[in-house]
């Protein structure tokens, strides 16, 4: 398996290419991973796959319908495209609110007990992580249960702007909130009628309220960074579960551990954007994989 690895790593330099080299093809069987897993420190990091089975879905998974998420730049720069958003996060947030950890959340989460992992990274802003008790996690985008004020920096919990909001546009929720209702994994419906709906503002300054989560074109808030390189760098190998890997603020951890010579276990359907890296490519669901990791280790 390191042998298999540091060839990748020579050929991404030979190409000069860096993580943009050729895919090498890396070992794919639960075995290969155990072996490169077993008796070291682990750090995990994890994306929207990890969550599709409880019923969250993905934005980039196989088959997952095209759909682009909302930027940070929509958001602040128009008041009628942020009244949208709202709308329908007013509805979705309690839907990801009913969510449960499924096995994959479960299987970390006792890694994490049993001292095999060392901590987790997630690009998820759903929590269940937290709610299947793992303890050292940061969310590296945020979470969807905090709002934070964009004028004096005020937190409040998602619930409490529930019932400011319940107040202003009685029913609203209820009225809109239908058993097929689509779901983003941002805590966002898709509704076709936001007429009526209000936004609330921050009790204190007036100023513009957002869900605490990290949006296209924004950056992830630097403590956070350094949190998820430490969770990293503690560890002795990198296992990633349910990301594609697209978007850079995941990819780079792959980048730096493979960088810093450890072992990189990936777990996911489809290729991601890091295959190359990897040491040892599992294509399956992290919920089985991770179940079965956790029985082996
Ligand atoms: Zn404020």
Not at 155 to 163: K, N, P
Request: overall charge neutral.
């Amino acid at each position: 398996m390191a042998s298999t690895y540091r060839e990748a790593v020579s050929a991404a330099s030979a190409t000069g290419r860096g993580e943009d080299a050729a895919p090498a093809v890396p070992p794919r069987t639960l075995a290969d991973a155990v072996e490169v897993l077993a008796g070291r420190r682990v750090a995990v990091l994890t994306g929207a796959g990890i969550s599709t089975d409880s019923g969250i879905p993905d934005y980039r998974g196989p088959g997952s319908p095209p759909r682009r998420p909302m930027t940070y730049q929509q958001f602040v720069g128009d008041p009628a495209f942020r009244r949208t958003y709202w709308a329908r996060n007013h509805v979705g947030w309690r839907h990801v609110h009913r969510t449960n950890p499924n096995a994959g959340h479960l299987a970390l989460a006792r890694l994490e007990a049993r001292g095999v992992v060392g901590g987790l990274v997630t690009q998820n802003v759903d929590r269940l992580h937290l709610l299947a008790g793992s303890r050292r996690v940061v969310e590296l985008h945020g979470s969807y249960a905090d709002v934070v004020c964009l004028g004096c920096g005020a937190r409040i919990g998602r619930a409490e702007l529930a019932e400011r909001l319940e107040a202003l546009i009685p029913g609203f929720a209820e009225a809109h909130d239908v058993p097929d209702v689509e779901i983003a994994p941002d805590a966002d419906a898709v509704l076709s009628a936001t007429a009526g709906f209000v936004v609330a503002d921050c009790a204190r300054c007036g100023g513009v309220l957002k869900p605490d989560i990290t949006y296209f074109g924004e950056q992830v808030p630097r403590e956070r960074v350094a949190a998820a390189y430490a969770v990293v760098d503690e560890a002795e190998a990198l296992l990633v579960a349910g990301s594609s890997l697209t978007v850079l603020s995941g990819r780079r951890f792959v980048t730096h551990a493979a960088r810093a010579g450890r072992p990189v276990v990936i777990v996911n359907r489809g290729a991601t954007r890091s295959d190359h890296l990897a040491t040892v490519k599992l294509d399956a669901g992290t919920s089985e994989a991770l179940a079965a990791l956790e029985a082996a280790l």
